[in-house]
Structures are given as C-alpha cells and as structure tokens.
C-alpha cells in the first residue's frame, strides 16, 4: 500500500498543491485525474506497462470517493492509457507510444495502417481503430451468460423494449424529441427503416422529394421499390421547399436530412424547417427525417429536430448506429407519431422483421451504463482534430488549388481541387484502381448537377504522416489523370 501511495504521488508531482486545484479547478474532478495521469505518461513519469495504483488507495490518497477514481480509471482505458487486468491490478496500456521516442505531449498509440475493412478516405465507417472495444466485449460476455431460454426464441417485431426505452430518453436530452418507447420501432438498418415506412404509410404512386444531390444508397433501394422520387436542390439552407412544390405539388413525402445534409453537411435553416413542417401539414403529407450525422458538428450544437418541432404528427424520424458504434450492428430505428403506433407494429408483423436481441440488450446497457454519451464526446473530439489535420494536410500537398467547400461537421470533406483538367469521376475512377474508397460528388446527384467536388472521409487517419502518404498519392493520381 505504502508502494503504491509513492507511485501515486509521482505520478501527480507534489500531491498537496494539487490537492487545491482538484477544488478549485473547473473541470470535474475525474476529469482532472484523467489528465494528471495523462501529463505523467506523456513527461516519463510512468511508462507503458508500469502499474497504477488501485482505485481504493489513490481515493484513500486523494481524499475522494472511490466512484469518482472508478470513473476516471474507466475513462482512460477507453481511451487506450490504461489496461484492465483484473486482480493483478491496473496498467498503463503497453501498447501506449514511448514518450522518448515522440514530440507530441500526450500519449497516444502508435501509428497503424488503415484498418482492413477501410480504404483510404472511404465514406460511412467510423473510426474502426477508436471504438472501445474492451468495454463492448465485456457487456457483450456479460450478456451471453445470461443467455436464458427465452432469448432463444423469435425476436419482437418491433425490437427489444429495454433499447426502446433507452433510445426514447436519449432523444429526448440530445434532439429535444419527447416519445414514448412503444413510438421507437428498431430496425435492422437505414434502408430496413426505409422499408418499414414503405411498408406502413406509403401507397402505390406516392411521389416523394428527395434531395439532390442525395444519398446513394436510399436512392436506389426507393426506386428498385418503384417509388416515384423528385429530385429538389439543396442550397446553403437545406432542401428547397418552394422548388418542392413547383417540381412535384402532389408529392406525399419529403426525404431529407437537415440536421447534417447528406453529402453538403450544411444544416436545414429555422426557416426552411418551419416551410417544410407547413407543407405536410397543410397535405397531410409525411417528412421523413433522417437525422444523419447530427451527433458530430464541430462549431455549434445542432438545432431542434423537425420531430420536435412537429405539431401535426406529420414527421418520422430514422436514426442509425452503424456511425456512432459500428456498422457491423446492422441496427437502426424509427420513431413515429402515436397514431401511427398500430399500423407500424402491423407492418413489422407482416414483414416478418425482428432483430438479434443479444446486440441490442448490449446496445441498452451500453447507453444505461454512460458508455455511449462518453464515447460520443471522445468521438467528438478526434474526428475535430482529424478533420482538421486533413485539411490543413490537402493545403501543404495541393496548396491554393484545394479547398474545402463544406462546413466543419459530419465524417467527411467535400473537397474541391483546381488546376487539373480531369473531371472528379475521371480522378475518383483512378483513385479506386489504387485502392482509394473516396467518391466524387457526381455520384450523390440525380438530376443536374449543381456542385462537383470529392468526398473524402477523414474518420480512419490515425496519424498526420498516413493523411500525408495519402494526399500525396492522391496528388499524383490527378496528375496523372491529366495526362490521359
């Protein structure tokens, strides 16, 4: 004990003057112990694999309550500073870069490639090497002993009630959207949610807005369903409503995703908001809201969703967590009005729909245990930071002639590149025979085109040399795109 009371004190360097600033500071307390911890790795003062006191003796040292240490422990080993080993105590993570062999001042782990499952600036994965992966499999093994007979049956329809209730409370603090749990229907993806909706509401004819440019993959599962969809721009303010109504006044649905527009990553304005709601109000039409990316904007908090704001009951909201966790889950959800209730419990019934119920129990308790507001705020904070590291690396390997035409939110850039005379398809097509996942904005447009550029997603650039290799390849793809 005494060992580890002089370990804890070198690792916070003179304990009673920070005693003081552990009240005084700002922050929350946990918070500033993950730091002290943090400064010590990165100054040598405890190398990777050393071991750090145990929770009881540094609260015992520090005067705290073991609950705050406990936290602030967990939050490290998200993090990758810290490893778990069970009764043989806590480590600093070996896997942790050694401080002498770097300049930057806080830890981190060392470089690696792309994941395998992740090409060069590919769209719609998050950041495969950041998820903590420790925690899921702990809540995952816990789950599985608990395996009863009755998790072995049919799953329900309209998903497990635990993840509802705790997808209706995290709406309600994050988007401002009050709902009951049976409102929540899960689904096993974006496009199981679009079809549950086709399923319930939609009728043979129904003409649908939908954004242009737009995403993809929704485009092309609506009209392999022989929906009849009417491409209407997108400007700095989200969906245009009034070309809306010139282009297709019988439209019965809007598909749109004005949290974070999908690909623009501009955000639907107030008023354009307020437009969209007097539409399907005043046509007892339906919104289909799409709350793409909405957890990762970096210089402002999100507005109110369409679904908070709706007082007619005329929106249905989509939510995903192929982003926020990983795609593998192949789970999403829809939340619709509570006159809509029956009809979508019908439709889940016909459809035969039902999710594995093991994911889903892991995904409640990873939300109920504060895992996932956590991982979020982490999330947060790296994609700002590799964001911004791709940026400024497309300015020191293209120079002037590359810009960012997209505001500072989202997973991905949308880039545009001067001084060449190949077209964005012509650089993507080549970038794709070298194994690069970016795409041109080309892709993203059904009707014509308003805006060109590349889509490049900065989620997997674990490092500022990898970005580097990487701009500089993608350099000499539009280089020699030019000489074809």
């Not at 639907?268 to 339906?286: N, T, V």
């Not at 289909?288 to 007619?312: C, H, I, Q, T, W």
Request: one cysteine or more; hydrophobic letters at 40%; charged letters at 25%.
């Amino acid at each position: 004990m005494q060992e580890m009371a002089i370990m804890a004190k070198q690792a916070f360097s003179d304990q009673a003057k920070d005693m003081a600033l552990l009240r005084d500071d700002g922050d929350p307390i946990y918070l500033q112990i993950c730091a002290r911890f943090k400064t010590a790795i990165a100054e040598g003062r405890m190398a990777p694999g050393d071991r750090v006191p145990s929770v009881r003796a540094l609260a015992s040292e520090l005067g705290l309550s073991r609950g705050t240490v406990n936290l602030a422990y967990q939050i490290l080993a998200e993090q990758g500073y810290f490893e778990f080993r069970g009764a043989a105590g806590t480590f600093v993570d070996p896997q942790l870069k050694s401080s002498a062999s770097r300049s930057n001042s806080l830890p981190v782990r060392a470089p690696s490639e792309p994941s395998s499952n992740a090409k060069p600036f590919q769209l719609g994965l998050p950041a495969l090497d950041a998820f903590p992966r420790k925690t899921w499999s702990r809540l995952v093994s816990r789950r599985s002993r608990q395996l009863g007979a009755e998790q072995l049956g049919y799953p329900e329809p309209a998903g497990l009630m635990a993840l509802r209730e705790r997808i209706a409370a995290c709406l309600a603090f994050s988007r401002g959207i009050v709902c009951q749990p049976e409102q929540v229907f899960v689904t096993a993806g974006h496009r199981a949610s679009l079809a549950l909706i086709m399923q319930a509401v939609f009728r043979p004819g129904d003409g649908i807005w939908f954004e242009d440019p737009g995403y993809p993959v929704a485009r092309e599962f609506l009209l392999a369903m022989q929906a009849r969809l009417q491409p209407i721009p997108v400007d700095q303010d989200g969906l245009v409503v009034e070309e809306g109504r010139k282009r297709a006044p019988n439209a019965r649905f809007a598909i749109v995703t004005p949290a974070n527009q999908s690909p623009l990553c501009v955000m639907m304005s107030k008023d354009r908001r307020g437009e969209l709601l007097k539409w399907a109000e005043e046509g007892q039409c339906w919104i289909v809201e799409d709350d793409y990316d909405s957890e990762y904007r970096y210089n402002r908090r999100p507005p109110l969703s369409l679904k908070a704001m709706d007082r007619g009951e005329r929106v249905l909201f989509t939510g995903s967590f192929s982003k926020v966790l990983y795609p593998a889950l192949r789970l999403a959800y829809v939340v619709v009005p509570p006159s809509e209730i029956d009809v979508f419990e019908r439709a889940c019934r016909s459809m035969g729909s039902g999710c594995p119920e093991l994911h889903q129990a892991v995904i409640a308790d990873f939300i109920e245990q504060g895992y996932f507001i956590r991982h979020l705020k982490k999330m947060r904070m790296l994609y700002a930071e590799r964001r911004q590291m791709l940026v400024d690396v497309m300015q020191e390997v293209f120079g002037d002639s590359a810009r960012t035409i997209s505001p500072p939110a989202g997973l991905h850039l949308v880039m545009q590149i001067d001084r060449h005379r190949a077209s964005y398809k012509k650089i993507a097509a080549l970038a794709h025979a070298d194994g690069f996942g970016l795409q041109p904005l080309a892709l993203w447009h059904m009707g014509p085109q308003s805006v060109d550029g590349l889509l490049l997603s900065f989620t997997n650039l674990s490092s500022r040399p990898m970005a580097q290799s990487l701009a500089a390849r993608l350099k000499a793809i539009c280089i020699a795109s030019d000489k074809e």
